[in-house]
C-alpha cells in the first residue's frame, strides 16, 4: 500500500511562488506521478504529469509549473511560479503503478490548499 502525504500549501500573493511536495510511502518503481487540482465548484483536473517518460504539462501552467521527483527521497514536487489567483484551488498529488499514468490514478493525497490573493 503506497500513502500519499502533500505539504506546502497556503495562501500567496499574486506573482508569488510556492514548492508543494508529496511524501510518498512504500515500494513505487516505475510509477507515474501527477499533480490535480480541485478549484471551489470545479472538477478536479490533472495539471502536470510524469508519465510514460514524459513530463506533461496542462496549457495553463506551462511556462510556469514545475514537476519533478527526488527518487532518492520518494518525494514528488510542485514548484509553482508566477501564481494568478485563478490557481487558487485544493492541489493533490497522484500516483498508479502504471508506467503510462491512467484517467484515474490508484493512489491519492489528502490534499494541500493554494490560495492566491490579487
Known amino acids: 500500500q503506497v500513502q500519499l502525504v502533500e505539504s506546502g500549501g497556503g495562501p500567496v500573493q499574486a506573482g508569488g511562488s510556492l514548492r508543494l511536495s508529496c511524501k510518498a510511502s512504500?515500494?513505487?518503481?516505475?510509477?507515474?506521478w501527477a499533480w490535480f487540482r480541485q478549484a471551489p465548484g470545479k472538477q478536479r483536473h490533472r495539471i502536470t504529469a510524469?508519465?510514460?517518460?514524459?513530463?506533461i504539462d496542462r496549457d495553463s501552467v506551462k511556462g510556469r509549473f514545475i514537476i519533478s521527483r527526488d527518487n532518492a527521497e520518494n518525494i514528488l514536487y510542485l514548484q509553482m511560479n508566477d501564481l494568478k489567483p485563478e490557481d487558487t484551488a485544493m492541489y493533490y498529488c497522484?500516483?498508479?503503478?502504471?508506467?503510462?499514468?491512467?484517467?484515474?490514478?490508484?493512489?491519492w493525497g489528502q490534499g494541500t490548499q493554494v490560495t492566491v490573493s490579487s
Open positions: 497522484a500516483a498508479d503503478p502504471a508506467w503510462a499514468l491512467p484517467y484515474n490514478p490508484r493512489y
Open positions: 512504500g515500494n513505487t518503481p516505475n510509477y507515474s
Open positions: 510524469i508519465t510514460a517518460g514524459m513530463k
